[in-house]
């Protein structure tokens, strides 16, 4: 069965710092993976997304996440955090064993950034 | 910009009330699915649609019933409403064309429900 994992339910950086949100997934097919963030009280945007052109994939916002098969990961980045960054992030799998079309979610990570 | 519109952001219902939460999207997607957000639990699916009258239950379908008359509208039904079902409900659509795998799911911003 197809799953996510994102390790850390809570980061926190400073601003200006390196953003690293871990994701790790299970797929026994070339997996289609998504990031989307969640501003408080809004729904789910669309971050950024794999399906298996580049394994480098540039975001909104410059984030960017890196596909990597012998580790099946693909942690978001971003060079210099925002405080406008603080949101909600979720990493998804593309669900291809059952409901074609849906998604599966991590239990996403809350981000915060300090002054 | 695909727009997915929720037509309650804040309800506040009585134990055992019907509840119906609307949907509408206007770029002609095919599918649309609910999904539920609670805290440390990530997004869970409640009911797909892939098309007009065409339903599939997700992963919490128990307590819940949805609707798809039209194309562009998808609704959630809470038949008899309980204080566990208190929560976020999301809406979202997206393409089913080639390659649907792959395709971005969009979401409307939410209904925050609360049953007391």
């Known amino acids: 069965a197809q799953s996510v994992t994102q390790l850390g339910s809570h980061v926190s950086v400073s601003e200006g710092a390196l953003v690293l949100l871990r994701c790790n997934y299970s797929?026994?097919?070339?997996?289609?993976l998504f990031w989307y963030v969640q501003y408080p009280n809004q729904g789910l945007q669309l971050l950024l997304k794999?399906?298996?052109?580049?394994?480098l994939v540039k975001g909104i916002n410059g984030f960017e996440a890196e596909f990597k098969k012998s580790e099946t990961s693909f942690h978001l980045t971003k060079p210099s955090a925002h405080m406008s960054d603080a949101a909600e992030y979720f990493c998804?799998?593309?669900?291809?064993?059952?409901?074609?079309?849906?998604?599966?979610f991590g239990k996403g990570t809350k981000l915060s950034v300090k002054p | 910009d695909v727009k997915v519109t929720q037509s309650s952001r804040y309800l506040v219902k009585r134990t055992g009330e019907k509840v119906f939460l609307e949907c509408v999207q206007d770029m002609d997607h095919e599918n649309m699915f609910w999904y539920r957000q609670d805290p440390g639990l990530g997004l869970r699916l409640i009911y797909f649609?892939?098309?007009?009258?065409?339903?599939e239950k997700g992963d919490i379908p128990e307590g819940y019933s949805v609707s798809r008359e039209k194309k562009e509208r998808f609704s959630l039904i809470l038949e008899s409403a309980s204080t566990n079902q208190t929560s976020m409900y999301l809406c979202?659509?997206?393409?089913?064309?080639?390659?649907?795998?792959?395709?971005?799911?969009?979401f409307g911003e939410g209904s925050w429900l609360t049953v007391v």
């Open positions: 794999y399906t298996s052109a580049a394994t």
């Open positions: 998804a799998v593309s669900d291809q064993e059952g409901s074609q079309g849906n998604l599966i």
């Open positions: 979202a659509s997206s393409y089913r064309g080639r390659g649907a795998a792959g395709n971005t799911i969009y």
């Open positions: 649609s892939y098309d007009v009258k065409m339903k």
């Open positions: 797929s026994s097919v070339p997996p289609y």
